[in-house]
């Protein structure tokens, strides 16, 4: 059961950076504007309240041996990527 958690847990990670990474690269562009600075301001805190839920939830979890967690990020990561790229209609099967 902990390695099912571990694993929601880094798929849901991995999927709201790339969700919100994806988003936010329509208004971050070369010539640096206000408009710009309002989309890194609103990034840079779902970012860090990500980051901050993930540790919290990370804690209550008991040890996994590392192999076990490097597998199961490449997979997590792979399924989100997959998972967005569906959400967002940038992909199709």
């Given at each position: 059961?902990?390695?099912?958690?571990?694993?929601?847990?880094?798929?849901?990670?991995?999927?709201?950076?790339?969700?919100?990474?994806f988003f936010s690269d329509k208004y971050i562009s070369k010539p640096f504007t206000y408009v710009d600075t309002l989309a890194i301001i609103t990034y840079v805190p779902i970012f860090i309240l990500t980051l901050h839920l993930y540790s919290k939830l990370k804690d209550r979890l008991t040890p996994i041996r590392s192999l076990n967690k490097i597998l199961l990020?490449?997979?997590?990561?792979?399924?989100a990527i997959v998972f967005t790229g569906v959400l967002t209609g940038e992909m199709m099967f």
């Open positions: 059961m902990n390695v099912i958690k571990y694993f929601v847990l880094q798929f849901v990670l991995f999927f709201i950076i790339i969700l919100s990474g990020s490449i997979l997590a990561f792979i399924i």
